[in-house]
């Protein structure tokens, strides 16, 4: 790979998101080209590669392994899931290669510090897929805070419909989890994202939780209190088990004011400050008000990878194992009756 020439991709996992989200990414990314991709079924993988344009026919594959040790492939993009992370992590590193994977970050808290461990151990530019750490509201959201004085407190509340047509519903691995707390932490450290971009890390917590829909195929809601590293105090709720309408609110509350983010509704997402001189709100617009960070993180994976400096990535995976360790020890604390469980550290 030349200073001036894409990065070679090698895609592995072709199924829903990767045709819907992945794919249209990568696309608007100048630095990044796809050149091959994998799946256990080889047929997905050719219909994906006719569908991207860009892969030969002798350039599909069935396993990762022949995807690695491709000469023409620069770096891995994985959808797999989370219990085959891991062995994802270990093979590209042996190759030499940057690996971009989805969240969560693994299937248990022990992998997912071995990914750390690995991460540290190397150079290459290890990432998570988050998108919602991508978000341009964060920056948006932080811009008020000076005027709401200390921040006491915070509720994060998140509900989602629940369909059973839902096409990401239909998938074996995600109705029989190998992953700690399903669907919870499949969705939910993109919540726990939004806020500790936001806030900082999570300290301790104490939450309780249950499973609602079978189809599901673990627990499904959680609410949560949360300490913060900073002393702030939350709140977390977090569902995908109800019906309608689906909320997903932010609440951020100083000694002056509150700051409050709406985003049940991605395409009206609204932002607005109270404080004495608006005690009935005044609403902030939003440059950049966009709930899809796919793009922005293929874009920050690229340039990593260019430059060969890791330390440029932005969900690294440290950031992503907090993210997912919050989910974790909301599972445990439910498990023992709402007990306070510190946040794990790799």
Partial sequence: MSDDSPIKLGLIGTGI????????????????KLTACANRTIEKAKEFAVK??????DKVYSDIAGLVSDPDVDAIDALLPAQFTLDAVNQCVAAGKPIAFEKPIAATLEQAKEIVRISRGTDL?????????????AHEIKAPLAEIGDIIYFSQYCTGPFHTDNIYLQTSWRQKPEHVG?????????????????????????????QVRELSGDVDTLTSTLKMKSGVLGTFTYTSAVSYPKIN?????????????????????????????????????????????????????????????????????EKGFHHFAVICAAVESGKNNGASVKVAVP
């Fill in 52 to 57: 991207a344009g860009t892969i030969s026919e």
């Fill in 125 to 137: 530019p290890i990432a998570v897929l988050e998108n919602f750490a991508y978000w341009h509201i």
């Fill in 17 to 32: 998101f990767s045709r819907l989200s992945h794919l249209p990414a990568i696309e608007t990314v100048s630095d990044l």
């Fill in 182 to 210: 399903g669907f919870l932490s499949d969705g939910g450290v993109h919540q726990v994202a939004i806020f500790t971009e936001i806030l900082g890390e999570v300290e301790s917590l104490s939450a309780q939780t249950k």
């Fill in 249 to 317: 609110k932010l609440t951020i509350h100083g000694t002056k004011g509150t700051v409050a983010y709406d985003y049940s509704d991605r395409n009206n997402a609204t932002l607005t400050l109270f404080t004495a001189e608006a005690p009935k709100g005044k609403s902030i617009p939003v440059e950049k008000n966009e709930q899809d960070g796919v793009p922005a993180e293929f874009e920050n994976f690229a340039a990593a990878v260019k430059a060969k400096d890791k330390s440029l990535l932005h969900v690294p995976s």
